[in-house]
């Protein structure tokens, strides 16, 4: 395919080739409205050609069969790689879908630790020896499934794609990665990163596309023995029901989330609770799965709370998201900017008090820039309090009780996480019990990195299913087989 604006094409067996589909996709920069360029639209055959590739580099057991020393060496070499760049990866994502290069969380030197954390855990996993009689001997070991299809969104593309592809390789599988079509270069840049630290040709592959050609391609394909996916619950409903009507793979999916931010008048330091609301629902513009963007707060200390968060929206510096100094920067597309007003407009005409933001701003720049937005009086059974919206909206739902506050938390059919402000222990391990999610509690801001990527989760109700990161997490991308040896 000729086509001088292209800015990524497959990554096969080792190296960039050009894609079957003649139809691109256009790539534009948040921060502007400005065309990069383009990329595939992709195609089924380019999925075909990927597996093809990561089944011949697992057959072979080029990388499968190597001992775990050699695979370690080869992924703290491209963690190197990965933080060596970190700067130039930072941008690419900056310029595809807006994340200020200000931000570090996900970034990639993230990702670069990411990778270290799995390149020493290769020979980390044990496999089990069972009590038996005289005459047998029962063990199970962990071996790699084979072919992993790796499909990512586009809210933090460099990291994400470490995310999904660290613990498959440190596993021993071999990989087939689909960006988003909004941020496919830095997915790129990681896999000829990986190759260039020694990763042998075709263990790691990456194909530019859409959802409906690569993505729905790879997720139907008879040779991928599993994958791994992170985006909408509405799309990954429908990647569980490709691998049923294919060959029964198994799915790892982190999907959507309505994350609750609860807060007590226990005694709890409101500046500190104020600051790490308003970061982590400001953080990527709110294009963060876990933001919680629920503020569930007892109603005693509400216009205390609201009006040191709107304090700290105050302080923010909207614009390019390639300014250093930029703190808050687009949302990832005009097609999301549209999504995200329309949200607001909705949330309006339900009732809900707009307290602050919901515009669009910084129009004449041609960047798709909306307003930290908060509302209030937000009914607990409005689309609002429930639907995701990935935003930098936050819907404010005042509590009089502790029980109030664990029906409102799981007044949801997400489960990703909660975070619960009290100074009281009991308060905090009653609710730890009672919030089916996973659970944070604070009596402080968080400050240290506490477990870091030793930490493994798994979500519940429609946010997903299956454990992802940790040693638990690289377990995901193992199978359990059983060995019974009978003797004489």
């Given at each position: 395919m000729e086509n001088k604006n292209l800015i990524a094409t497959p990554f096969i067996d080792g190296h960039s080739c050009p894609s079957a589909s003649e139809k691109t996709v256009e790539v534009r920069n948040p921060s502007n409205g400005e065309k990069i360029g383009d990329i595939p639209e992709g195609c089924g055959a380019d999925a075909v050609r990927s597996v093809a590739a990561a089944r011949g580099a697992f057959d072979s057991g080029v990388w499968n069969n190597s001992p775990p020393s050699f695979r370690a060496e080869v992924l703290h070499r491209w963690a190197d790689s990965i933080a060596s760049e970190a700067a130039a990866l930072n941008a690419l994502d900056a310029s595809e879908m807006g994340k200020p290069v200000s931000e570090s969380l996900f970034d990639a030197a993230a990702a670069a630790r990411y990778?270290?954390?799995?390149?020493?855990?290769?020979?980390?996993?044990?496999?089990?020896?069972?009590?038996?009689?005289?005459?047998?001997?029962?063990?199970?070991?962990?071996?790699?499934?084979?072919?992993?299809?790796?499909?990512?969104?586009?809210?933090?593309?460099?990291?994400?794609?470490?995310?999904?592809?660290?613990?498959?390789?440190?596993?021993?599988?071999?990989?087939?990665?689909?960006?988003?079509?909004?941020?496919?270069?830095?997915?790129?840049?990681?896999?000829?990163?990986?190759?260039?630290?020694?990763?042998?040709?075709?263990?790691?592959?990456?194909?530019?596309?859409?959802?409906?050609?690569?993505?729905?391609?790879?997720?139907?394909?008879?040779?991928?023995?599993?994958?791994?996916?992170?985006?909408?619950?509405?799309?990954?409903?429908?990647?569980?029901?490709?691998?049923?009507?294919?060959?029964?793979?198994?799915?790892?999916?982190?999907?959507?989330?309505?994350?609750?931010?609860?807060?007590?008048?226990?005694?709890?330091?409101?500046?500190?609770?104020?600051?790490?609301?308003?970061?982590?629902?400001?953080?990527?513009?709110?294009?963060?799965?876990?933001?919680?963007?629920?503020?569930?707060?007892?109603?005693?200390?509400?216009?205390?709370?609201?009006?040191?968060?709107?304090?700290?929206?105050?302080?923010?510096?909207?614009?390019?998201?390639?300014?250093?100094?930029?703190?808050?920067?687009?949302?990832?597309?005009?097609?999301?900017?549209?999504?995200?007003?329309?949200?607001?407009?909705?949330?309006?005409?339900?009732?809900?008090?707009?307290?602050?933001?919901?515009r669009r701003v910084l129009e004449e720049s041609g960047g798709y820039f909306v307003e930290p937005t908060i509302f209030r009086n937000v009914s607990p059974n409005s689309r609002l309090a429930h639907e995701e919206i990935f935003g930098p909206v936050l819907a404010v739902l005042p509590f009089e009780s502790e029980s109030e506050a664990i029906r409102l938390a799981n007044n949801t059919v997400y489960g990703l996480a909660a975070y619960v402000w009290t100074a009281n222990l009991s308060t905090g391990m009653r609710l730890a019990k009672a919030i089916r999610s996973s659970v944070l509690i604070n009596s402080a801001a968080p400050t240290g990195e506490g477990a870091g990527y030793a930490v493994s989760s798994e979500p519940t109700g429609q946010s997903g299913i299956g454990t992802e990161g940790g040693l638990a997490g690289m377990q995901s991308y193992l199978r359990r087989q059983l060995l019974w040896f009978t003797h004489g």
């Open positions: 990778a270290r954390f799995y390149a020493e855990a290769t020979n980390k996993i044990t496999g089990d020896v069972y009590a038996s009689d005289e005459h047998t001997l029962v063990a199970q070991r962990f071996v790699p499934r084979g072919v992993v299809a790796a499909i990512i969104p586009w809210n933090f593309p460099a990291f994400n794609a470490v995310l999904k592809v660290a613990p498959a390789l440190a596993a021993g599988n071999c990989v087939v990665l689909k960006p988003s079509e909004l941020s496919s270069r830095s997915a790129i840049r990681v896999a000829d990163l990986a190759i260039k630290a020694g990763l042998p040709s075709g263990v790691l592959n990456v194909v530019p596309g859409l959802g409906h050609t690569v993505g729905r391609a790879l997720a139907l394909h008879d040779d991928v023995n599993m994958l791994t996916f992170t985006g909408s619950s509405e799309i990954g409903k429908l990647m569980i029901q490709y691998a049923g009507q294919s060959n029964m793979k198994l799915v790892l999916a982190e999907c959507g989330g309505k994350s609750p931010q609860i807060v007590f008048d226990d005694g709890v330091d409101l500046d500190a609770a104020s600051d790490f609301i308003a970061r982590l629902f400001l953080t990527n513009q709110g294009q963060l799965c876990t933001a919680g963007s629920r503020l569930l707060v007892q109603k005693s200390i509400e216009e205390a709370l609201l009006s040191r968060i709107i304090s700290h929206i105050r302080k923010i510096v909207i614009g390019d998201a390639l300014d250093i100094k930029t703190t808050f920067g687009p949302v990832s597309s005009r097609k999301h900017l549209a999504r995200v007003i329309e949200r607001v407009e909705n949330a309006v005409s339900e009732g809900a008090s707009l307290e602050v933001g919901g």
